[in-house]
């Protein structure tokens, strides 16, 4: 195939640049449509007689983090234009990744490719690093101030943005490959098990590592509680680790509580979320044996409480549900009303705490429960998932990066390979900030309409009419229901108008990439130009 | 490299063949020596787009076995030629594989190779395919029946022997292509994922399966307890799994205890038990914090008997014990002298409930404990293990296959991966049925000399004098120390001369590799000629 323009349309009409750093794109063709070939990525064979048979792996620089990782980067033989990852198990309360960027600094190398599971306000620090060319750009999903960077034209390379599951997907494909993953594991051995739930630092668990542990060319654990072999529970399996890096400490776990892992104190919101709970125990989605999962966002906080009084009421039990755990879902899981959480991702420190201690809490991976390039995951078999968005349209189509002055300020997280789910909700207020949040097209697609079931406001519900079995279950519910064109109309009379198409330049900043590897949508610079 | 003979020589100076099933052969090149190149084996990239959404992967033909499973194979699209594997977590009470051929055979495909973990006399039925031509020949490590019929030289294909470790390290290196794998699974969920902890025919865990299900082509889990999503622990995901048979019944627990699994009741072993108990009590093995790994076999589950009482009569407790688990090292998690036992194989059913019930009773894989291919494993980082022997010889040299007539009676297992500890020691009878155990030179070299601290017989014990760390430290014990030369020629003198090399044909009839995937040894059909 010839590259013979510069911009692609998906299958949904949105241009996409045909390359991205270099690489060609494949432009969304519709969900479930895409069928890669090929094999997996495939790391380099290791042998035993390279490595300290006492399973010693640790380097202690008077457990200085900066100059421990920069021993351990030397080591790996850091090099320019490398890959090198991070995670946000610790959300905003990270550590490592400012220092390993410090430390690359201090080795002198350049174009540096960022690839995290995401990054927060936190890592505001990297952007002059992004500015000296010690990072080229970053692959990951992004969030305030590094999101701002990249939508205003400055990063030298494209973003690319991918789910939590687009990106276990890329690395397995062989899409990304990681020269060097760098791991904050609150808990270690010598020999590199490592674990999240235990430890000064506890942050949950690891999972985001998985597939850096297992792709990577070379893995550092960086580590403030070095304890004997074997650590266990071992996340992160020492039989992929490198390098061992013994620090002070790694993370703030406090900080993994923020904005989107409180419950909402909104009347608003609440009664969305209200409606919603309202609407799944109604159409009969509340029943014996069925699961749930609520995403990170004070609404869908909200709604969890709210599903668990009627569950309570009604005498119904989960078979699961689905986390990002938090002090609500292993409220549920000690009163008895699920025997599982099959978490993903740690929202608060009472999510850490039953990690720890309750059999029933498990970790999960991007990799269990996103990764579509597998046999199954666990996104399609949950009957039904709470969203936030930034923005809807009267298609069901949502963004959940930029807002509607085109600004990139949000990762993806796993939202769309939650979209997979039995009944997909997008919570939303009809109005944020005086702008209507309905439109007639998402400034950014990044969930395409035909896998959004319900989209929920303060108002009522809208439900996908292509979902009769929805329509009809709902002919019950006490929750008001709206034709999501009608509430767009009268959104918009109530705000003196519809929302303007933001001012954008030329210049792509952004890529949006589907689950399956092809790009569903392009983010262009904003300014000020 | 061109192959100009038809034999080479190891750097041991065995000769094996150049070629096996027409794959060019490295030879054993020393502990240590052979460094692989290139990257691991990739399987194919596949999609959910192609997979039930609901996770239900289920084939129930009146729970039928070898209906189900022949179905499943169908589906598959099993064809003449491939690799199927399966495993011996019931060890001697499977009743998969001979389904999966008999479903094969009733389909007609021809020139398999099978690929086991282990075989077991209750396969010897599988006989009847080998000579029948369905199966063309077998890797794996063989017991009994099975092992007589390949050295009396009537296998179609040459067998090829590995480790536990070395059996992961040929699928993980691409050296092996599964196929398909049938995993045996006492419960399962419709989605995949499968545990041996529990269910009606519980056998403990499946980590003989872990490699299989990452990489072979299709992976088949036949279950006979069936249980709603999530099955946890999911030992094996169903992210990797293809097909779920439902069937009767997969196995028979009560005959994973074999004659392997009991403890001796001979005087002359148990006195070696207590000589080795002693040995590791003497020269400060047995300290606070240490490990120590008891293979399968009559006298090193004595051993571990004694070495308990030890303990407990020093204060003593170790950091962590590697299973096989049976009920003696159950009964020291228990009673709190050793906070983990990390397992590899259930050898009785008091390990089977104890790893259900016992948080510290963990669950390891050949991945974890013994692929030399990785970055690092288990095995080194353990203080001593005590393991079996079919033979030895005065350069400390062992066998663990055939016997001193040639015949292979006996797989691998974990044994040559476990030579890695940090004092090897081989418990043998130094005469077994009026034979000398001693030799000039064993039959079959299965581990080199170097990774062998002492030889311990009845008589006393034999501390390989390249340990001198270890002569030195034993300076003080009460257990009687021999020269290996010396004992030899008094065993040999008892039993009026020197065991006679045995008479072999030229063909040779199967390979023994060492962990890197070279060939240490060969094996010589015996006839009858």
């Not at 009303?337 to 608060?348: H, N, R």
């Given at each position: 195939m010839t590259v013979t323009t510069d911009t692609l349309l998906t299958v949904a009409g949105r241009e996409v640049p045909a390359t991205i750093n270099g690489r060609e794109v494949i432009p969304f063709q519709g969900v479930g449509k895409y069928k890669p070939g090929g094999i997996k990525a495939a790391p380099a064979i290791r042998s035993?007689?390279?490595?300290p048979a006492d399973g010693n792996k640790v380097i202690d620089l008077d457990r200085e983090m900066v100059a421990g990782i920069k021993e351990a980067l030397y080591r790996a033989g850091l090099m320019d234009g490398m890959t090198i990852s991070t995670h946000h198990h610790f959300r905003n309360g990270d550590l490592v990744a400012n220092a390993v960027f410090e430390a690359a600094a201090a080795l002198g190398v350049k174009g540096l490719r960022w690839y995290p599971s995401a990054c927060f306000p936190c890592q505001e620090g990297l952007i002059k690093y992004l500015e000296d060319g010690t990072i080229h750009h970053i692959e990951g999903s992004m969030n305030g101030p590094i999101g701002a960077f990249c939508s205003s034209g400055k990063m030298k390379g494209m973003a690319v943005l991918r789910s939590h599951g687009g990106r276990y997907q890329a690395v397995q494909d062989g899409e990304v490959h990681i020269d060097i993953a760098v791991l904050a594991a609150p808990t270690a051995d010598p020999f590199g098990n490592a674990t999240g739930d235990r430890g000064p630092s506890a942050c949950g668990l690891l999972g985001f590592g998985l597939a850096d542990s297992e792709y990577a060319d070379h893995v550092i654990v960086v580590t403030d509680n070095l304890v004997p072999f074997p650590c266990y529970p071992w996340q992160i399996q020492g039989q992929n680790v490198d390098q061992v890096v013994h620090v002070d400490k790694v993370g703030i776990p406090e900080r993994i509580v923020s904005g989107t892992t409180r419950v909402t104190k909104s009347p608003d919101r609440l009664l969305i979320a209200e409606h919603i709970a309202k609407f799944v125990r109604d159409v009969g989605i509340m029943k014996p044996g069925f699961s749930f999962q609520a995403g990170a966002g004070g609404i869908t906080l909200a709604f969890a409480m709210f599903l668990k009084d009627f569950m309570k009421e009604a005498g119904v039990k989960a078979s699961f549900v689905r986390g990002g755990s938090n002090q609500y879902l292993v409220e549920m899981l000690e009163e008895g009303?699920?025997?599982?959480?099959?978490?993903?991702?740690?929202?608060?420190l009472e999510g850490v705490r039953s990690m720890r201690e309750n059999a029933g809490h498990i970790n999960t991976s991007p990799f269990t429960s996103y990764n579509y390039h597998g046999k199954g995951n666990f996104a399609s078999m949950v009957d039904v998932v709470v969203l936030g968005a930034t923005e809807v349209d009267v298609n069901f189509n949502a963004n959940v990066v930029t807002h509607s002055d085109g600004r990139l300020l949000h990762g993806i997280g796993g939202w769309q390979n939650c979209l997979f789910s039995k009944c997909t909700i997008l919570a939303v207020p009809s109005v944020r900030d005086r702008i209507p949040v309905i439109l007639d097209e998402v400034t950014t697609m990044v969930g395409p309409g035909e896998l959004v079931d319900v989209i929920a406001t303060e108002r009522g519900l809208c439900i996908n009419p292509s979902r009769k079995d929805l329509v009809d279950a709902a002919c019950g519910t006490e929750v008001p229901l709206l034709d999501i064109r009608e509430l767009k109309e009268h959104v918009d009379q109530l705000c003196g108008g519809t929302v303007a198409v933001p001012k954008v330049g030329d210049k792509f900043v952004a890529a949006i990439k589907w689950v399956d590897g092809t790009v569903i949508d392009a983010i262009k610079e904003t300014g000020p130009f």
């Open positions: 035993c007689a390279d490595f009303l699920t025997p599982y959480i099959l978490d993903g991702q740690t929202f608060d």
